[in-house]
């Protein structure tokens, strides 16, 4: 019969969109057959022109909730069928559409509930809606035997509930019940066997007795405790060596978590959607969250149950959970339960794991509100490996091989791209090896051996070394070029000017750049304005140490200033001696970026003498500025020469009075994150009135600041446009490289 052939692509594949394809099919009196393959899902269909005019509008609008088509491509074809059929899985081009991990369907959750279910308490329940997918996946097209899952023989009713194309678990891949599907047990701290009935109320005894359990989850372990008792949160926190970055908390529900914080709607629909990140909202002040989950910021980051197993645990406990990556500081989430017990040892006081294996390492993604809308600040499970698509087809693979810290990778393949799941820093060997192995997977998923490799300018960086030694032709990309070309290829742009402020970054010049206000396209970049530099004595210290940098700050706008008031905590001897440093030019280096400038100020108003991790100060000035506070202090534009300058030698001269005055930190942090939103929005429109309208766009880590980044976009008349589904900070520098490595291949 005449009929049409039609070529999807996107994610349609373990969504459950062959059986609803097929029931689409049959309701629409249509013969054909739907399968998958590397690249997606074909549709042979044939039957009156009506019929298929109506199955082709609601294929395009009636989709399954997790599927998302990115294209549909149809022509005529001969259709040989006597019904509508699921056939087997074909070969071709391998593109990613196996579906990131999806969190428990509220049907599932109904029947793990219902003790008259035969799913009643199973921790591995899943079906077309739900379930693991990428952390199981071994190998594309989506099918079974490609997943992890292939070790569980499928029992009768299951196998009958796989094959009826009426029930909702038809072609479920990861399909399970307690008598054909994984099961859980219980270790000790040695990783002895412990028998018992129940591992999960056996667990949460431990928990609600102030104890630590690792729990195996879908992408690795996490390290568990007791949220409401501040001497499990201490012991865990000791034990794995984390001094005080915070840690994320799971609830049971959306009661729970009202409970613990405030949540506006953009909370509420991160919180419950399918991909189930870590949400960042402000915590209520009498909370009964242990001060240690979260001390230097008001923000706490909630999640619900995403698992059955979560479900369950979390129910039976009865308390908020703190939930936080299975590792040691800069360690990778341990994956295998031998692993797990080895590198985890001394941590955990009980170890809930399962035999089910974890093909890919994917911790859990971070979101937050800003501007009114979600920003993924952590993308990894829930979105990896969900492809973003390219403003223009690659004519090569490309791997884009990202940052130092947060790093992800990127590969590209035809029109594109996939950001691996968030490695954290590279600084580890552990954590290097585990980034090299999720390149080599995806590749695998992709069928490709990219000959195309881009790489920060920074020679240091690890990810610059390996690039460096992968066969093919290497580019260098500049750091703030590539967060520029992010949010261009996110937004869909060809030029834009770009507020790209961060931390740091290697300059072209060798300086270190992050307040950086470029024109840029995909292919290239102006330096339209940066900030004043600020010396950094002790080159990499005054990052740990920002008094430091304070020191620089205020010696550069006043140089007799009274240190010993504004730095009280620091000796007089260690003031001279950076005073040295920085009056000979030794050892300090000129710094553009704004995290500096968020790290000086935090120490004269906050008394934040060392940072013990990344971002500790900007998090902490950004939780003390008062929310009503709109004044803000003086600055300047030089723009006599390119690039223009912006100039806050008097803001902070203003801003040591009103320290010296006695004003509140509150108003102090307020003050001076204005100072930045002002300066901010003023250079932009400087640059619009001398290169003429154009979009304009905000990346790099400070654009996590949600008052910063709602600020300026405010200030601008809701003009700037900031990252959502890609990370503003180097968690998306990649997908910048990807980009403009493939305007510089273009171009030869």
């Given at each position: 019969?005449?009929?049409?052939?039609i070529?999807i692509?996107?994610?349609?594949?373990?969504?459950?969109?062959?059986?609803?394809?097929?029931?689409?099919?049959?309701a629409?009196?249509?013969?054909?057959?739907?399968?998958?393959h590397?690249?997606?899902?074909?549709?042979?269909?044939?039957?009156?022109?009506?019929?298929?005019?109506?199955?082709?509008?609601?294929?395009?609008?009636?989709a399954?909730?997790?599927?998302?088509?990115?294209?549909?491509a149809?022509?005529?074809?001969?259709?040989?069928a006597?019904d509508?059929?699921i056939?087997?899985?074909?070969?071709?081009?391998?593109?990613?559409?196996?579906?990131?991990?999806?969190?428990?369907?509220?049907?599932?959750?109904?029947?793990?509930?219902?003790?008259?279910?035969?799913?009643?308490?199973?921790?591995?329940?899943?079906?077309?809606?739900?379930?693991?997918?990428?952390?199981?996946?071994?190998?594309?097209p989506?099918?079974?035997?490609n997943?992890?899952m292939?070790?569980?023989?499928?029992?009768?009713?299951?196998?009958?509930?796989?094959?009826?194309?009426?029930?909702?678990?038809?072609h479920?891949?990861?399909?399970?019940?307690?008598t054909?599907?994984?099961?859980?047990?219980?270790?000790?701290?040695?990783?002895?066997?412990?028998?018992?009935?129940?591992?999960?109320?056996?667990a949460a005894?431990c928990?609600?007795?102030?104890?630590?359990?690792?729990?195996?989850?879908?992408?690795?372990?996490?390290?568990?405790?007791?949220?409401?008792?501040?001497?499990?949160?201490?012991?865990?926190?000791?034990?794995?060596?984390?001094?005080?970055?915070?840690?994320?908390?799971?609830?049971?529900?959306?009661?729970?978590?009202?409970?613990?914080?405030?949540?506006?709607?953009?909370e509420?629909?991160?919180?419950?959607s399918?991909?189930?990140?870590?949400?960042?909202?402000?915590?209520?002040?009498?909370s009964?969250?242990?001060?240690?989950v979260?001390?230097?910021?008001?923000?706490?980051?909630?999640?619900?149950?995403?698992?059955?197993?979560?479900?369950?645990?979390?129910?039976?406990?009865?308390?908020?959970?703190?939930?936080?990556?299975?590792?040691?500081?800069?360690?990778?989430?341990?994956?295998?339960?031998?692993?797990?017990?080895?590198?985890?040892?001394?941590?955990?006081?009980?170890?809930?794991?399962?035999?089910?294996?974890?093909?890919?390492?994917?911790?859990?993604?971070?979101?937050?509100?800003?501007?009114?809308?979600?920003?993924?600040?952590?993308?990894?499970?829930?979105?990896?490996?969900?492809?973003?698509?390219?403003?223009?087809?690659?004519?090569?693979?490309?791997?884009?091989?990202?940052a130092?810290?947060?790093?992800?990778?990127?590969?590209?393949?035809?029109d594109q791209?996939?950001?691996?799941?968030?490695?954290?820093?590279?600084?580890?060997?552990?954590?290097?090896?585990?980034?090299?192995?999720?390149?080599?997977?995806?590749?695998r998923f992709?069928?490709?051996?990219?000959?195309?490799?881009?790489?920060?300018?920074?020679?240091?960086?690890l990810?610059?070394?390996?690039?460096?030694?992968?066969?093919?032709?290497?580019i260098?990309?500049q750091?703030?070029h590539?967060?520029?070309?992010?949010?261009?290829?996110?937004?869909?742009?060809?030029?834009?000017?770009?507020?790209?402020w961060?931390?740091?970054?290697?300059?072209?010049?060798?300086s270190?750049?992050?307040?950086?206000?470029?024109?840029?396209?995909?292919?290239?970049?102006?330096?339209?304005?940066?900030?004043r530099?600020?010396?950094?004595?002790?080159?990499?210290?005054?990052?740990?140490?920002?008094?430091?940098?304070?020191?620089?700050?205020?010696?550069?706008?006043?140089?007799?200033?009274?240190?010993?008031?504004?730095?009280?905590?620091?000796?007089?001897?260690?003031?001279?001696?950076?005073?040295?440093?920085?009056?000979?030019?030794?050892?300090?280096?000129?710094?553009h970026?704004?995290?500096?400038?968020?790290?000086?100020?935090?120490?004269?108003?906050?008394?934040?003498d060392?940072?013990?991790?990344?971002?500790?100060?900007?998090?902490?000035?950004?939780a003390?500025?008062?929310?009503?506070?709109?004044?803000?202090?003086p600055?300047?534009?030089?723009?006599?020469?390119?690039p223009?300058?912006?100039?806050?030698?008097?803001?902070?001269?203003?801003?040591?009075?009103?320290?010296?005055?006695?004003?509140?930190?509150?108003?102090?942090?307020?003050?001076?994150?204005?100072?930045?939103v002002?300066?901010?929005?003023a250079?932009?429109?400087?640059?619009?009135?001398?290169?003429?309208?154009?979009?304009?766009?905000?990346?790099?880590?400070?654009?996590?600041?949600?008052?910063?980044?709602?600020?300026?976009?405010?200030?601008?008349?809701?003009?700037?446009?900031?990252?959502?589904?890609?990370?503003?900070?180097?968690?998306?520098?990649?997908?910048?490289?990807?980009?403009?490595?493939?305007?510089?291949?273009?171009?030869?």
């Open positions: 019969m005449p009929g049409r052939r070529d692509t996107g994610v349609v594949q373990g969504v459950g969109f062959r059986p609803w394809v097929a029931r689409l099919a049959r629409e009196g249509l013969v054909g057959s739907v399968r998958n590397a690249a997606g899902v074909t549709i042979e269909a044939a039957g009156s022109d009506e019929s298929l005019a109506r199955f082709l509008e609601r294929l395009r609008h009636e399954p909730a997790a599927a998302r088509l990115d294209r549909i149809e022509q005529p074809a001969n259709v040989v006597a509508f059929a056939v087997a899985s074909g070969a071709g081009q391998k593109r990613v559409s196996v579906p990131p991990d999806l969190a428990t369907c509220p049907d599932c959750l109904a029947e793990i509930l219902d003790p008259a279910d035969r799913r009643h308490g199973y921790a591995f329940t899943n079906c077309t809606a739900c379930g693991p997918r990428f952390t199981v996946a071994v190998d594309v989506w099918d079974r035997p997943t992890s292939a070790g569980f023989p499928l029992c009768a009713d299951c196998a009958s509930e796989y094959g009826d194309e009426a029930d909702r678990r038809y479920a891949e990861p399909i399970a019940c307690p054909c599907g994984p099961r859980l047990s219980l270790l000790d701290e040695r990783g002895a066997a412990i028998p018992c009935a129940d591992p999960i109320a056996e005894t928990l609600q007795n102030g104890g630590i359990v690792a729990i195996k989850g879908l992408g690795g372990f996490h390290l568990a405790c007791d949220a409401t008792n501040e001497e499990a949160v201490l012991q865990l926190r000791q034990r794995k060596h984390r001094e005080a970055k915070p840690l994320a908390v799971m609830v049971a529900g959306p009661d729970e978590a009202t409970d613990l914080a405030f949540l506006g709607d953009t509420w629909a991160l919180l419950q399918t991909e189930r990140p870590i949400v960042l909202a402000r915590r209520h002040r009498n009964r969250l242990a001060p240690s979260a001390p230097d910021t008001q923000l706490v980051g909630l999640l619900l149950p995403y698992t059955p197993l979560h479900h369950l645990l979390v129910a039976s406990v009865g308390l908020p959970l703190v939930m936080t990556s299975g590792n040691r500081a800069d360690e990778p989430i341990a994956i295998e339960n031998d692993e797990a017990v080895r590198r985890l040892s001394g941590i955990a006081d009980r170890f809930l794991v399962h035999d089910r294996p974890i093909a890919s390492r994917c911790d859990d993604s971070v979101a937050r509100a800003i501007a009114g809308a979600p920003v993924v600040m952590r993308r990894a499970r829930g979105w990896v490996p969900r492809a973003i698509p390219l403003p223009a087809a690659v004519t090569q693979p490309i791997l884009a091989c990202g130092q810290l947060k790093n992800t990778f990127c590969l590209a393949v035809g791209a996939v950001l691996g799941p968030h490695g954290g820093d590279l600084d580890h060997l552990e954590a290097f090896a585990a980034w090299e192995e999720a390149i080599e997977r995806m590749e992709l069928g490709v051996r990219p000959e195309v490799v881009a790489h920060d300018l920074h020679p240091d960086y990810s610059t070394r390996y690039a460096e030694a992968r066969p093919g032709r290497r260098a990309v750091h703030h590539a967060h520029a070309a992010a949010a261009l290829a996110e937004h869909g742009l060809e030029r834009a000017l770009a507020l790209t961060d931390g740091t970054g290697l300059g072209p010049d060798g270190a750049w992050g307040g950086e206000l470029l024109l840029a396209t995909r292919a290239s970049f102006e330096r339209v304005a940066t900030f530099p600020v010396r950094l004595a002790g080159g990499e210290r005054a990052i740990r140490e920002p008094w430091r940098v304070a020191l620089a700050l205020v010696d550069d706008a006043m140089p007799h200033a009274p240190l010993e008031k504004l730095l009280p905590h620091v000796a007089p001897r260690e003031i001279e001696a950076v005073r040295q440093l920085l009056r000979a030019g030794v050892n300090s280096p000129a710094a970026g704004v995290g500096r400038l968020f790290d000086a100020a935090g120490s004269l108003v906050l008394g934040l060392h940072a013990r991790y990344e971002g500790q100060v900007a998090m902490a000035l950004e003390a500025a008062d929310p009503w506070e709109r004044a803000h202090y600055f300047a534009i030089l723009d006599t020469a390119m223009w300058q912006i100039d806050l030698r008097e803001g902070v001269r203003a801003l040591v009075s009103d320290r010296l005055a006695g004003l509140s930190a509150k108003i102090l942090a307020a003050r001076w994150h204005e100072t930045l002002a300066a901010g929005a250079v932009v429109r400087r640059a619009l009135a001398h290169y003429g309208s154009m979009p304009v766009v905000g990346s790099g880590g400070c654009f996590q600041n949600a008052r910063l980044a709602a600020g300026i976009r405010t200030a601008l008349g809701g003009r700037l446009s900031l990252h959502r589904e890609v990370p503003p900070g180097d968690g998306g520098i990649a997908l910048g490289q990807v980009v403009v490595a493939a305007a510089a291949i273009a171009a030869k």
